[in-house]
T-cell receptor, first 115, second 112 residues
Framework: DADVTQTPRNRITKTGKRIMLECSQTKGHDRMYWYRQDPGLGLRLIYYSFDVKDINKGEISDGYSVSRQAQAKFSLSLESAIPNQTALYFC??????????????FGEGSRLTVL | GENVEQHPSTLSVQEGDSAVIKCTYS??????FPWYKQELGKRPQLIID?????GEKKDQRIAVTLNKTAKHFSLHITETQPEDSAVYFCAASINTGNQFYFGTGTSLTVIP
């Protein structure tokens, strides 16, 4: 089945380290997103990309960067991780060609712990 | 930007009873309102959505209502079952696929 895959699924790292979370999709969707989930705060948008040459900041982009290497790949980087970036990170995709709904398809999540 | 508020944060109901979760939004330009369900340890999945040109939408035991004037929308689950236990998120966006602004979630527990 077409899916959204995130790696790694779990990562523990130390303050100041560089971390990359990767997302790949086989759904053929054009739009990709990175969200962060914290208890009591819901899902907050970090970055989104409508196609390979389009990158947009979301609500909480500070401290993060992204790269859209291909239509199917969207990576999130933390250049110098800090403890308050400890969270569950979700990649998501959607398809906005004519007639397609706005449904977000989420990956399984990447749990990041920064010590 | 858009601000979506969701209440209550936790909700417990007896099996068979109804559950209602309410959300308000701030940007009158928002016109697409999806609801996502996240079971424990799983990814969020869309369960129902509504666009601003309709006031209500039903799908079996779940329904969503929208009041554009008051800028609020609600999720209604009837005849709740234990498998309805999950965290539910509302969201709002301007057109499908633009920035989705999510509520803070409601943890629903259905007591057998």
């Amino acid at each position: 089945d077409a899916d959204v895959t995130q790696t790694p699924r779990n990562r523990i790292t130390k303050t100041g380290k560089r971390i990359m979370l990767e997302c790949s999709q086989t759904k053929g969707h054009d739009r990709m997103y990175w969200y962060r989930q914290d208890p009591g705060l819901g899902l907050r948008l970090i970055y989104y990309s409508f196609d390979v040459k389009d990158i947009n900041k979301g609500e909480i982009s500070d401290g993060y960067s992204v790269s859209r290497q291909a239509q199917a790949k969207f990576s999130l980087s933390l250049e110098s991780a800090i403890p308050n970036q400890t969270a569950l990170y979700f990649c998501a995709t959607s398809d906005h060609r004519t007639g397609i709904t706005g449904e977000l398809f989420f990956g399984e999540g990447s749990r990041l712990t920064v010590l | 930007g858009e601000n979506v508020e969701q209440h209550p944060s936790t909700l417990s109901v007896q099996e068979g009873d109804s559950a209602v979760i309410k959300c308000t939004y701030s940007d009158s330009a928002s016109n697409y309102f999806p609801w996502y369900k996240q079971e424990l340890g799983k990814r969020p999945q869309l369960i129902i959505d509504i666009r601003s040109n309709v006031g209500e939408k039903k799908d079996q035991r779940i329904a969503v209502t929208l009041n554009k004037t008051a800028k609020h929308f609600s999720l209604h689950i009837t005849e709740t079952q234990p498998e309805d236990s999950a965290v539910y998120f509302c969201a709002a966006s301007i057109n499908t696929g633009n920035q989705f602004y999510f509520g803070t979630g409601t943890s629903l527990t259905v007591i057998p």
